[in-house]
């Protein structure tokens, strides 16, 4: 993403993320990394979304993060890219996260970080919009590297039974 965001013409960013964790992550990482970066989502109190969608609408902030439910009452024009952090979890999200960008006729760029273990949602959505998502690779990447392995719910369940304490045997007193 930051590779990404090194384009100086992405200089209005609405990214999306799957979680408000990681959305808040996401944007630390982002400021870390010297983008002005913003966070919104549910947990956020009233004061911090408008903070946020202002410091965005006037250019202070490049970038603001944001999960789907809390974009839905986003109203900004000018938004020149949407990045998809995650692949939405439903076609019609995607549908409604990049058409962020076609605000009052304007044209604009979506973006979809996504790995192999995204390929059939990717087809779901290609199927919905009947035209082929365009599959592009960021220049400077390496992309033979692993990805990190996700543990399943059966892994986890076994690696917390195979770590669970036993309880201490009660210990007779004399």
Same mark, same amino acid.
């Given at each position: 993403?930051?590779?990404?965001?090194?384009?100086?013409?992405?200089?209005?960013?609405?990214?999306?993320?799957?979680?408000?964790?990681?959305?808040?992550?996401?944007?630390?990482?982002?400021?870390?990394?010297?983008?002005?970066?913003?966070?919104?989502?549910?947990?956020?109190?009233?004061?911090?979304?408008?903070?946020?969608?202002?410091?965005?609408?006037?250019?202070?902030?490049?970038?603001?993060?944001?999960?789907?439910?809390?974009?839905?009452?986003?109203?900004?024009?000018?938004?020149?890219?949407?990045?998809? @952090? !995650?692949? /939405? %979890?439903?076609?019609?999200?995607?549908?409604?996260? $990049?058409? #962020?960008?076609?605000? &009052?006729?304007?044209?604009?760029?979506?973006?979809?970080?996504?790995?192999?273990?995204?390929?059939?949602?990717?087809?779901?959505?290609?199927?919905?919009?009947?035209?082929?998502?365009?599959?592009?690779?960021?220049?400077?990447?390496? @992309? !033979?590297? /692993? %990805?990190?392995?996700?543990?399943?719910?059966?892994? $986890?369940? #076994?690696?917390?039974? &195979?770590?669970?304490?036993?309880?201490?045997?009660?210990?007779?007193?004399?």
């Amino acid at each position: 993403l930051c590779k990404l965001l090194e384009d100086t013409r992405l200089y209005s960013v609405l990214i999306f993320a799957r979680t408000k964790h990681r959305a808040d992550r996401l944007a630390r990482n982002l400021q870390r990394a010297k983008i002005p970066a913003a966070v919104i989502h549910g947990n956020r109190s009233q004061n911090q979304r408008v903070a946020a969608l202002e410091g965005f609408r006037e250019g202070r902030t490049r970038v603001l993060v944001a999960t789907d439910i809390a974009a839905r009452g986003i109203d900004v024009e000018g938004i020149t890219h949407v990045v998809n @952090y !995650d692949v /939405p %979890s439903q076609p019609e999200d995607y549908v409604h996260r $990049i058409g #962020r960008t076609g605000r &009052a006729a304007a044209i604009g760029e979506a973006y979809t970080l996504a790995t192999p273990e995204d390929s059939q949602m990717i087809r779901r959505i290609e199927y919905i919009l009947q035209h082929k998502i365009e599959r592009r690779q960021i220049e400077g990447l390496d @992309y !033979d590297t /692993p %990805s990190i392995h996700m543990p399943t719910p059966e892994e $986890i369940r #076994r690696y917390v039974e &195979a770590n669970r304490r036993k309880p201490k045997a009660a210990s007779a007193t004399s």
